[in-house]
Antibody
């Protein structure tokens, strides 16, 4: 059974740094070819892919936010972290972490998602 | 970035009627080496995370009712609900996972008429 759960502050001030944690179970970076990604969704808006970390510790970021994002992991604790600097009110959104897997040469899309954590940016 | 454009933005359909949602990508999502289209469809209900319905453009995820069908290839894709049920009220998103930097369509809101 794969589960993911996001945690972090529900409110940050403009210019502050946001750090979110994704704690997962049911898979492991040490034994499974997986990706954990972060996706956000502003209220009433579309989904926006932010960053991903691979089982081999490779990382990718959305180009528009690359300078503000850092994705890391603690494989021993089954956790992935997302740091976003210089928060602004436009970053108010629900932030999700999600799981992708590879079978053979084929990568599958996000099949398991956390429930999401709502982050508001306000003075 | 690969841009995914859905149509319509919203629609209202009577129970039991057929629903089709379209998605167009800014470049081909057909990977020639394996002939797979890297397109997925998700359903999102209020207060919930997206739920994977379809991957490889036409493969139904385990447990998804067979009234949901995905089709298309290259740059044009569709999600069809053969007979709308009340529990299908949701927002539907298409997604490309052709590149790691996935992108999503803007969403289509489906309501009951």
């Amino acid at each position: 059974q794969i589960t993911l759960k996001e945690s972090g502050p529900s409110l940050v001030k403009p210019t502050q740094t946001l750090t979110l944690t994704c704690t997962f179970s049911g898979f492991s970076f040490d034994t499974d070819e997986v990706i954990v990604g972060w996706i956000r969704q502003a209220p009433g808006k579309a989904l926006e892919w932010l960053a991903a970390i691979f089982w081999n510790d490779s990382k990718q970021y959305t180009p528009s936010l690359r300078s503000r994002l850092t994705i890391t992991r603690d494989a021993s604790r089954n956790q992935v972290f997302l740091t976003m600097t210089n928060m602004d009110h436009v970053d108010t959104a629900t932030y999700y972490c999600a799981h992708r897997r590879r079978r053979g040469d084929n990568w599958y899309p996000f099949d398991y998602w956390g429930q999401g954590t709502l982050v508001a940016v306000s003075p | 970035d690969i841009v995914m454009t859905q149509s319509p933005d919203s629609l209202a359909v009577s129970l039991g009627e057929r629903v089709t949602i379209n998605c167009k990508s800014s470049q081909s999502l057909l990977f020639s080496s394996n002939s797979k289209n890297y397109v997925a469809w998700y359903q999102q209900k209020p207060g919930q995370p997206p739920k994977l319905l379809i991957y490889w453009a036409s493969i139904r995820e385990s447990g998804v009712p067979d009234r949901f069908t995905g089709s298309g290839s290259g740059t044009e894709f569709s999600l069809t609900i053969s007979s709308l049920q009340a529990e299908d009220v949701a927002v539907y998103f298409c997604q490309q996972y052709y590149v790691t930097a996935n992108t999503f369509g803007q969403g289509t809101r489906l309501e009951i008429k």
